[in-house]
């Protein structure tokens, strides 16, 4: 017998009722957690990248205890799964992905793309994650290590991406509006927009 939505909707109803009656949790504290995911964007994950290029002490924090980073800078991150941060270098790069389903750091990045979710990325980001990062513009050299690190329902992972050289003396604010989604997720690098006025390092 097909499922339908109003099934789904009661069956929802009833987890609340009886999380609720269990005391495990109220309506409200429900709710709260509902409005902090909706609102939660890539731009505060971007916020924790720049913050970690000119602050090494907050990057230090950032790559021991991710979700006390987060925290710091006032993201909820009560009830969520640990966030790990990896920490890409001229020699390593990290690529996320959730094999089984779509598990994503939403209280730092919000909701998962579709793509990440899709079955397409999920088994090339293994099978073929050269050649998946290739199609998105990102090519490494050979010399250059690439880890594929799982994100699971238990722990959650986001990547701490290069700075872009030529960003000497950038304030944070321009620095977060250089890092996408994706470089967080490792298919992409943040990129000076073509035009921008590049400083020497």
Not at 22 to 45: C, L, Q, S, V
Not at 119 to 124: I, L, Q
Not at 157 to 181: D, F, K, N, Q, Y
Request: with cysteine.
């Amino acid at each position: 017998m097909e499922t339908t939505l109003v099934d789904h909707d009661r069956l929802l109803s009833a987890l609340r009722a009886l999380l609720t009656a269990k005391g495990i949790t109220t309506p409200a504290e429900i709710a709260e957690r509902i409005r902090i995911t909706d609102t939660a964007t890539p731009a505060r994950g971007a916020a924790m990248v720049a913050k970690a290029w000119i602050d090494p002490e907050f990057r230090t924090l950032m790559l021991t205890d991710g979700a006390r980073a987060a925290e710091s800078l006032g993201i909820p991150m009560r009830g969520m799964p640990p966030l790990g941060v990896l920490e890409n270098t001229p020699k390593q790069h990290h690529l996320v992905v959730c094999t089984l389903c779509s598990c994503y750091p939403r209280a730092v990045l919000g909701y998962p793309p579709f793509w990440f979710k899709s079955n397409s990325y999920r088994s090339r980001a293994v099978r073929d994650p050269r050649g998946l990062l290739a199609e998105w513009g990102t090519v490494l050299g050979d010399d250059v290590s690439l880890r594929v690190v799982d994100s699971t329902a238990d722990y959650r992972w986001m990547v701490l991406p290069m700075r872009p050289s030529g960003t000497r003396g950038w304030s944070e604010s321009a620095l977060a509006a250089l890092v996408r989604e994706g470089d967080m997720i490792g298919v992409t690098t943040p990129q000076i927009p073509s035009g921008t006025p590049a400083r020497t390092e």
